[in-house]
Nanobody, 123 residues
Framework: QVQLAESGGGLVQTGDSLRLSCAAS????????TGWFRQTPGKEREFVAA????????YYAPSVKGRFAISRNNAETTLYLQMNSLSPEDTAVYYC????????????????WGQGTQVTVSS
């Protein structure tokens, strides 16, 4: 089993930056592909960014590419999402996830999810 816990969300203004963290415990973190997803009320959870096990490859949704940066520290078993130039459209609950499959954008194999952290961007 893997336990994931997000932190770093909050209320910011348009143009501000935030860095989300996801601390992992349990199963070997480095064996998981990891990523961030977000969800707003009434909508399906959507992919934001993902990173391969060894950080060689990163993937981004078109809506965040160039503004967000995903990274991970396997030694500290932590996943990060640096979010810059935030806009109200980025308001959502952000979830981190880890999965055993190798796909960079599709959660596959055994999957683990955090509880989510709220990000609110005011205009």
């Amino acid at each position: 089993q893997v336990q994931l816990a997000e932190s770093g969300g909050g209320l910011v203004q348009t143009g501000d930056s935030l860095r989300l963290s996801c601390a992992a415990s349990g199963r070997t973190f480095s064996s998981l592909t990891t990523g961030w997803f977000r969800q707003t009320p009434g909508k399906e959870r959507e992919f934001v960014a993902a990173i391969s096990r060894s950080s060689v490859a990163t993937y981004y949704a078109p809506s965040v590419k160039g503004r967000f940066a995903i990274s991970r520290n396997n030694a500290e078993t932590t996943l990060y999402l640096q979010m810059n130039s935030l806009s109200p459209e980025d308001t959502a609950v952000y979830y981190c996830a880890g999965w055993t499959g190798s796909s960079g954008t599709v959660v596959s194999g055994n999957a683990y999810w955090g509880q989510g952290t709220q990000v609110t961007v005011s205009s």
